[in-house]
């Protein structure tokens, strides 16, 4: 009588599935697209973080729909003629039941290296005059291997769910169960999970099964999951490797965002270069990369992405030519990102008094916030009567008046 | 407790070949009654169902009812080794789960070979109104889809009250093969209403080459742009009955 509860309380609607709601969204209005003809994307393509409900969202969807759902892990499609046999058919070919299907292709990234014979290309092919949905999944969908199929695809962002709603789904997991859990016990179990409610249901169930009361002594014990860890030994990997080969290769090793690592090699390079040459040439490579990064922004052209990883791993790595070990130097976390972080109700406020003002005079919000912010801030602080009509005139509300009042 | 014996083992080899055609694992229901399969293919276009009563037998054992999944390509290697004359005995051992395969003529060997986990899931049998009912010998029908796979891998069957036609369209060339009703190769032919659907030709060529070895005449039944109905008579009782999906036409 042992099942695992992520198949025992796998979300049989989409419903009932926490989080991601406008990608599962966008994803749902494109499969129904499908009923009045072709879209212009045959394939969409949902990428994110493991255990965060990729998998669970298109067989709750298909369930919803009445629709059939042929799905294949990667490592049973690994050559041309295997995918061709698989999605090749089911492309093409109407369903015995008279349903209309959806074709899953999952782990995409499973697809590694010499492992992937021509399927990948294959994949694309089939993509190309796929007669009903096509999902793909996997982790990072910026892999450069995927360059030429994502163009086929319409690309869906998975996050990781907030531990709220983590917490939402264990809830209704130990009601199922019967069993009384303490609130922050919940709350802790969602926490340490970081956004994969896949381990945090597993971890529910290894400290809750057979239970009939969970409290929050039961749980505390566990620390937090390290995840931090990987990034610690990815960076050392890219920072002291000596051929450019294996910098780059190391991205591949490890589940990161790529922007992410930029702020981690930006921010930490300065520590571990301790020759100023070496850091000029490493800051260098970075200013490139970081240039490739705005194109791909601008043009979403995300062929580039391999220049922003040449020369963000190997350029920094190649630019260690005089540079004395730095000892034992600790990583530590980007302060830029941690400042955005920090920074980010203000910044929204300053947006939305700068979103009034470009409406009264005729100039765009950043600049408006730029420019009139400092003297608004003046006259708000010294000149009550004065502010008092401005905030009229501008249509400010409460908060943006404390604010401008500081 | 389940065992089941055969005289002659071409019998068990070309039916567990037909199988092997769909799928690479089959779960099979053992009944009192006989053994069954129903099972897709991976791309679930294609389907397969098939019974064997235990009058088939030499010998059928079945205490209650269970089942049973096997790798269906392994099965088959073992069974090649068998030669035409030899009887082929299987039986489950209930205690390792290993299915045990007892081959003896000259001389005798025993395999044995584990069971996977079956699957669970009950195979619907499709719904479909049939238009067009047509019986041909399999060794025409499989002549004319050799024909059609000259030049394409999908072909388009087409009936009216006189004939049935094949019509094939591949990049370069195409190709038309009639079936003449009456004809030694089209035995009969019933037509409610004039019909066409599009199916895969590898499929088609891999099932009836493989099922002609069970049996000389097949039942097709279709309708327009519905799944395809292919019955093979079997020489004994038993039924091996084949369904595959249309292709999804596009303007």
């Known amino acids: ?406 | 407790m389940f065992k089941l014996k055969v005289s002659d083992a071409k019998l068990l080899r070309d039916m567990v070949t037909a199988i092997s055609i769909l799928v690479d694992e089959a779960t099979f229901k053992i009944e009192p009654e006989g053994l069954k399969l129903r099972a897709m293919d991976p791309s679930r276009v294609a389907m397969i169902d098939f019974e064997w009563p235990k009058t088939v037998f030499e010998e059928y054992v079945c205490e209650a009812p269970s089942k049973m999944c096997i790798n269906i390509s392994e099965l088959l290697r073992l069974l090649k080794r068998a030669g035409k004359d030899e009887a082929v005995e299987l039986s489950l051992d209930e205690k390792t789960g290993r299915l045990q395969i007892k081959i003896t003529g000259k001389y005798s060997r025993n395999f044995n070979m584990p069971t996977l986990e079956a699957s669970e899931e009950e195979v619907p049998t499709p719904k479909i109104t049939f238009n067009v009912k047509a019986k041909a010998t399999t060794q025409g029908l499989s002549q004319a889809i050799e024909d059609a796979q000259l030049v394409s891998d999908h072909v388009r069957i087409e009936a009216d009250t006189e004939k049935l036609v094949l019509n094939a369209t591949g990049d370069l060339m195409g190709a038309t093969i009639t079936l003449q009703k009456g004809s030694d190769a089209l035995l009969d032919l019933e037509v409610k209403e004039n019909s066409k659907a599009t199916f895969s030709l590898s499929y088609l060529a891999e099932i009836i080459k493989a099922a002609s070895a069970t049996s000389d005449i097949a039942t097709l039944e279709f309708s327009t742009d519905m799944p395809i109905k292919i019955d093979f008579q079997q020489t004994k009782e038993g039924k091996l009955t084949f369904f595959l999906a249309p292709r999804i036409e596009s303007e």
């Open chain 1, 1 to 406: 009588m042992y099942a695992a509860w992520t198949v025992k309380h796998k979300p049989a609607s989409v419903a009932e599935i926490v989080g991601n709601t406008e990608a599962i969204k966008t994803f749902s209005e494109w499969i129904k697209s499908w009923s009045k003809g072709v879209p212009k994307k045959r394939a969409a393509f949902l990428y994110g973080p493991p255990g965060v409900g990729k998998t669970v969202t298109v067989e709750a969807l298909a369930k919803d729909l009445g629709m059939e759902l042929v799905e294949k892990n990667a490592s049973d499609y690994r050559t041309e003629e295997a995918v061709n046999r698989f999605a090749g058919l089911a492309s093409q070919y109407g369903s015995l039941f008279g349903s209309r299907r959806i074709i899953l292709l999952d782990e995409l990234d499973g697809l590694t290296g010499n492992a992937d014979k021509g399927g990948v290309k294959a994949i694309t092919d089939i993509i190309k005059t796929a007669q009903c949905p096509i999902v793909l999944i996997a982790n990072n969908a910026y892999d450069p291997r995927f360059i030429n199929l994502r163009s086929y695809c319409i690309l869906i962002e998975f996050k990781k769910p907030a531990a709220s709603e983590v917490a939402k789904h264990l809830k209704r997991i130990s009601e199922r169960e019967g069993i009384q859990v303490d609130e922050n016990a919940l709350k802790f179990i969602a926490q340490r999970s970081e956004g994969d409610v896949r381990s945090a249901v597993n971890d529910f169930q290894a400290l809750a099964q057979g239970k009939k009361r969970l409290t929050y002594e039961d749980v505390s014990w566990l620390g937090y999951r390290d995840r931090q860890d990987s990034i610690f030994n990815l960076l050392r990997m890219i920072i002291y490797s000596r051929t450019s080969a294996s910098a780059k290769q190391a991205v591949d090793m490890a589940d990161v965002d790529i922007d992410m690592l930029f702020e981690w090699i930006y921010e930490n390079a300065p520590e571990h270069l301790t020759d100023p040459h070496d850091l000029a040439q490493a800051m260098d490579a970075l200013s490139m990369a970081d240039v490739y990064r705005g194109r791909i922004r601008t043009t979403q052209d995300w062929s580039f992405i391999r220049y922003v990883i040449d020369y963000m791993t190997a350029g920094v790595a190649m630019s260690r030519q005089r540079s004395k070990s730095a000892g034992w130097t600790p990583f530590k976390f980007p302060s830029r990102i941690q400042m955005l972080s920090r920074s980010k109700a203000e910044r929204a406020m300053k947006l939305s008094i700068g979103l009034k003002i470009k409406r009264k005079c005729h100039i765009s919000a950043s600049r408006a916030s730029k420019e009139f912010l400092p003297y608004l801030r003046i006259i708000f602080k010294n000149n009550a009567e004065m502010a008092d009509g401005i905030a009229k005139w501008l249509d400010l509300d409460d908060e943006m008046i404390a604010y401008l009042k500081g």
